[in-house]
């Protein structure tokens, strides 16, 4: 009868410890999800709302002036000026593609960790790999942080440039236009 009382202590001792390890686990998985909600937050807080907008006046400022401006001398300081200028509204597209990448990455993330969660909870899969997914995971989380990143800081500059560059250029396009009426 001892021997069977001990065997389910140690029994129950082990299956206790099975619990405490798997409540871990959880918690790591959960400061992961965390981290993603908050890079999900994060990059909305920073998309560009009126991209097709920008874009367009950008696209038709350009026409204005390639149609309208007819030089026989070169200036140098405008010359410059335009070629950032187009550099610029060329810089919009990949800045697009840049923000869905990462926020398709933060959606198929949200996800994996979801479904992590799930098969740690439930029991189901390889139990002894599981730390080996969650690191994994985790790696994972630090490229979509330092991709966001990234896409954040690309566009501040945008912006900055944008709002240093098309003013003038625009002020400059519709002078030509009337210009060109007189």
Not at 39 to 58: C, G, M, P, S, Y
Not at 79 to 92: G, N, T, V, W, Y
């Amino acid at each position: 009868m001892k021997i069977i009382l001990f065997i389910s202590l140690i029994g129950l001792t082990l299956l206790s410890c099975a619990d405490f390890d798997r409540e871990k686990l959880l918690q790591q998985v959960d400061k992961q999800q965390k981290h993603v909600q908050k890079l999900e937050l994060q990059l909305e807080k920073f998309v560009i709302n009126d991209v097709a907008t920008l874009k367009n006046d950008a696209l038709q400022t350009e026409l204005r002036i390639k149609q309208n401006l007819h030089l026989d001398t070169i200036n140098m300081e405008l010359a410059r000026q335009l070629e950032e200028f187009k550099l610029m509204r060329k810089s919009i597209s990949p800045l697009m593609k840049q923000y869905l990448k990462v926020k398709n990455g933060i959606k198929e993330e949200a996800a994996v960790l979801k479904n992590l969660s799930r098969d740690i909870k439930e029991g189901r899969g390889e139990r002894q790999r599981y730390n080996e997914y969650i690191g994994f995971e985790k790696q994972k989380v630090k490229q979509l942080s330092a991709l966001t990143t990234d896409f954040i800081r690309a566009r501040a500059k945008f912006i900055a440039n944008y709002d240093r560059l098309y003013p003038p250029i625009e002020a400059f396009s519709y002078t030509l236009i009337q210009k060109r009426r007189k």
